[in-house]
């Protein structure tokens, strides 16, 4: 019996310079589409696409600053997503960042990119063991273990 699973990536060229890695997954049910961002210590959402995900919604403001590459410091909010995966891993009660992601919309659109839904930060790469098999095209995940109760 396999104690991961594999879910295929996208590599997306970025003119030339490098590559962004894509997975595909669900929120609440809803096809989403995922950055993977190894560099990042947090999954992000935007505020604005998560509520087409999720209906009433509800932001609490973080206390501090978020840094980005690339970016000033930017105010965050949390919320939280009863269900979402990546591939066939499912993510309950997580608790999320909502970070404004417009910029990353806008290049990906001069780029003729899929619009992304969030990114996958350290957070859950860390927690579920992930590996990038860029040769294969694939993300493994190991899904956290439910205790069983005695």
Known sequence: M????????????????????MVKGTIHGKEAIFLIDTG???SVFDPKTIATFINDVTFE?????????GSSDLESST??????SIGEMQIFDYEA???DLENIHEMYDKLGLPRIDGIIGGDLLKRH????????????LTPKSIPTAH
């Open 2 to 21: 396999r104690r991961y699973i594999e879910v295929p990536l996208q590599l997306l060229d970025i003119e030339g310079e490098g590559f962004h890695v």
């Open 79 to 84: 919320f939280n997503i009863d269900i979402f």
């Open 61 to 69: 403001k973080k206390e501090g600053l978020t840094a980005g590459v």
């Open 97 to 99: 960042v909502a970070l």
């Open 129 to 140: 063991k992930a590996v990038i098999n860029y040769r294969a095209k694939k993300l493994r």
């Open 40 to 42: 990042a210590s947090r």
